[in-house]
């Protein structure tokens, strides 16, 4: 079946104005992750959602940073008042019930922001 | 709080020889500790988990929870194994924890 898909694949934006990425995980997966992946940074943990329960989103690294994941399958990440440090490729995944499963990744969105 | 640490950004090795890629882990229960892969231009992927106790790729991981520790080893680096690897812990139903990676470039 098809993996985890992600667009746009590419994202130019001018600071300042507001950013969505989408995310389509594997049908039938509950757990869904967003990463952000930079230089020097490594890969870092944004927010996760696991079924109906709340999400954890203690990696999200401010306030201008949301997500969303509607009826349990896609998943919009929001940045609003882009800065330029927000330059990253995001990065989403998905498992099946279980946290500790697999994740399998999507190819990301590489976002920069001008 | 459980955290993942890999304490070299870049490694390089020549080919044929010995390449360890070192992972420390600090939680104080039993967890689940998985290697993941990123070649140029592909996703990111799983390469081993320990649970399995396979060799993939000629790749091993042991887990030594004396040293807290998931080094991955190969005997013999090969040029394809140039990529970004990242180890990663999980405990239960919390999140899984990535390491910040280390890139691996492999001399011909």
């Known amino acids: 079946g098809a993996g985890v898909s992600q667009s746009p694949s590419n994202k130019v934006t001018e600071k300042g104005k507001d950013v969505e990425l989408r995310c389509d995980p594997i049908s039938g997966h509950t757990a869904l992750y967003w990463y952000r992946q930079s230089l020097g940074q490594g890969l870092e943990f944004l927010i996760y959602f696991q079924g109906n329960s709340a999400p954890d989103k203690s990696g999200l690294p401010s306030d201008r940073f949301s997500a969303e994941r509607t009826g349990g399958s896609v998943s919009t990440l929001t940045i609003q008042r882009t800065q330029q440090e927000d330059s990253a490729v995001y990065l989403c995944?998905?498992?099946?019930?279980?946290?500790?499963?697999?994740?399998?990744f999507g190819p990301g969105t590489r976002l920069l922001v001008l | 709080a459980q955290r993942v640490t890999q304490p070299e950004k870049l490694l390089s090795v020549f080919k044929g020889a010995p390449v360890e890629l070192k992972c420390n882990y600090s939680y104080s229960g039993s967890p689940e500790l998985f290697w993941y892969v990123q070649y140029s231009r592909q996703r990111l992927q799983l390469l081993l988990r320990?649970?399995s106790r396979e060799s993939i790729k000629g790749f091993t991981a042991d887990l030594n929870k004396g040293e807290t520790s998931f080094h991955l080893k190969k005997p013999f680096a090969q040029e394809e194994d140039s990529a970004m690897y990242y180890c990663?812990?999980?405990?239960?139903?919390?999140?899984?924890?990535f390491g910040t990676g280390t890139r691996l470039t492999i001399i011909p």
């Open positions: 990663a812990l999980i405990f239960g139903n919390e999140k899984l924890t």
């Open positions: 320990h649970i």
């Open positions: 995944a998905s498992s099946p019930e279980r946290g500790w499963e697999t994740q399998y």
